[in-house]
């Protein structure tokens, strides 16, 4: 790949811009990017190819601190950026709202995953139309703050990225993800969209939080919500991190296909058992005991994250005979038989520790599974 020179000159004012932080190896393909979000209007700050040795400058961490949005470019090469790494967790001290855009499939290292595991996340290769991943990544980016006037537009040739005559080599990694974003790309192509809406009687929201959530997923901020609103949610669907107690409403969402409830504070999940066409389910970092209401998700949940939740009884998941790769990290193992019921499941996440079992009662536990299932320890070697 050869050297590029920055497309445009970074945003310099007082209005709401959006901060990007990427890897200078992907310069190509991020300058083609955010040169459309420059020609859209939306306000942009990045480094304009400071050279790659350079120290990270009070410039950077001004423009950062005072940035509405981080937007970070995932890739092999970003993961491996000292920089890079420095800005997600500078971003994640301010408190910035984040976008994760991967430009290609990369391993995240545990540290990095743990840190960036809540945050809204894009995988360019999973649409098939590069205008939706362009939509979204529009939506995801709040333009009635970022988005200014749209910059005119420009003659063939202008406002792509520039050659420059140095070449550098590049090296694009291509690993498979670890289970959260495996799923999340398996799934990836089945974009969130919305059918038309409804005429309908308006919803009461138990949960101010769920409301709010679901407000912003659906670009109405003010007005009624009815059922059909919430029936018209198709394909994916991220809600963690929100500070939700109350999901009753969700049982109107009965064409979703990937539920993130991850790092919330719920505890009854019986609003989900008539969400049939649910393939992932994140429940990790909740409150729940009663696993009783996944029956009704027997025939369609292929992926299940249940971490660091006080599950009581193991048993209730042997019905789910179609699950493929389930996170118990954090969950005591209170069924030694389970992987007897669960014959295909590929990838099973336990804790360093065991889960709360013996050598003796976890090996039998292992044992059990089935044989081309992959054991993934959290903060340990697989087994």
Known sequence: MESLIPPFAAYKGDDPYIFVSYAHKNSEVVFAHITRLHEEGFRIWYDEGIDPGTD????????????????????????????????????????????????????????????LGNI???????????????????????????????????????GTPRRAPVAVSSRRGVRNVLLGLVLLALLGGAAFFLLPRLTGQGLEFVDPQLESALRQE????????????????????????????????????????????????????????????????????????????????KNSLTGLSLAGNPVKDLKQLRPLRQLEVLDLSGVPITDLELGKYLRKLRTLILDSSGNGLDEESLRRFVTDLPPNCEVKREGGPAQ
């Open 56 to 115: 990270w400058s009070d410039e950077i961490a001004s423009a950062l601190a005072n940035a509405e949005i981080f937007l970070v470019f995932i890739s092999a090469a970003a993961i491996a950026s000292h920089n890079v790494r420095k800005e997600i967790v500078f971003a994640i001290d301010q408190r910035k709202t984040m976008l994760c855009v991967h430009v290609e499939e990369a391993e995240l290292p545990l540290g990095l995953k743990m840190q």
């Open 120 to 158: 809204q996340a894009l995988l360019e290769n999973r649409f098939h139309e590069k205008e939706k991943f362009y939509e979204r990544m529009f939506s995801a980016l709040l333009p009635e703050r970022t988005r200014g006037i749209p910059a005119a537009k420009a003659a063939p040739g202008v």
């Open 218 to 297: 659906l670009s109405r901020p003010h007005g009624r919500l009815a059922a059909e609103d919430l029936a018209g949610l198709h394909g994916k669907l991220s809600l963690a991190g929100r500070g939700i107690t109350d999901i009753g409403l969700l049982a109107h969402a009965r064409g979703l296909n990937l539920l993130d409830l991850e790092n919330n504070r719920i505890a009854d999940i019986r609003p989900l058992a008539s969400l049939h066409g649910l393939l992932f389910l994140g429940l990790g970092h909740n409150r729940i005991e009663d696993l009783a209401p996944l029956y009704g998700l």
